[in-house]
């Protein structure tokens, strides 16, 4: 009996640092800035009709109202066509050519702490027009937390492409959610949402 007590006490102990730990980063997070910065496209999607709010635009805006975090989009000057396959045949030739889409307006990353970077999973990356966001800015310091919406590719390898990217910052684990679900069953949607939150942003 006494063994099975010192045993018992033995895994408290050690679990004590673990939660204090967490206490901590709980109590260093509440005063950081957070930004949710966000692409994401209307018109005719895949699997999902036609749409009048994007599905990483509804993400978007349910980790900015748990964390209370800014809102931006990132907005090509020139829209894409609102015909998916119109759309998906200058995505493409965008990829092919690493293209750098002019975007509308701008916003200063460099005064949060905490940024939120969505988009689409189009081919195992990120819209180019994502890209053109990222490179006006410095990352050094910043806490980068990737979220996509895709149809089956979860995040591929674009947690690896956003750190080769946001040069200087600390990449968190990312969040797929399927544009589906983001669609058509939000409180799932909303669910997975705050469980991934309460791991990568303590504070929220």
């Known amino acids: 009996m006494k063994r099975k007590v010192f045993t018992l006490l033995a895994i408290l102990a050690a679990a004590l640092p673990a939660i204090s730990q967490a206490q901590n980063i709980t109590k ?3 005063d950081k800035k957070v930004l949710v910065a966000f692409f994401s496209r209307t018109g005719e999607n895949y699997a999902v009709g036609h749409i009048e709010k994007g599905n990483t635009h509804i993400v978007a805006e349910m980790i900015a109202e748990e964390t209370g975090g800014t809102l931006f989009q990132i907005e090509p000057v020139m829209p894409y066509p609102d015909d998916y396959d119109e759309c998906v045949d200058i995505a493409k030739k965008e990829l092919e050519t690493n293209a750098r889409p002019a ?3 701008d916003i200063a990353v460099e005064d949060y702490d905490i940024i939120f970077i969505g988009y689409p999973n189009w081919w195992g990356n990120m819209p180019m027009a994502v890209y053109t966001f990222i490179e006006k800015h410095d990352w050094n310091g910043k806490t980068v937390v990737p979220f996509c919406t895709h149809e089956g590719s979860g995040l591929s390898d ?5 750190k080769n990217a946001c040069k200087g910052a600390s ?3 990312g ?3 399927r544009g589906t ?3 058509n069953s939000r409180e799932q949607a909303r669910k997975t949402v705050e469980n991934w939150l309460e791991r990568v942003y303590p504070a929220k």
């Open 181 to 183: 679900t983001a669609q």
């Open 171 to 173: 990449v968190q684990k």
């Open 158 to 162: 674009t947690e690896r492409k956003l």
């Open 103 to 105: 975007v509308k307006g």
């Open 175 to 177: 969040l797929a959610v």
């Open 28 to 30: 260093d997070m509440k």
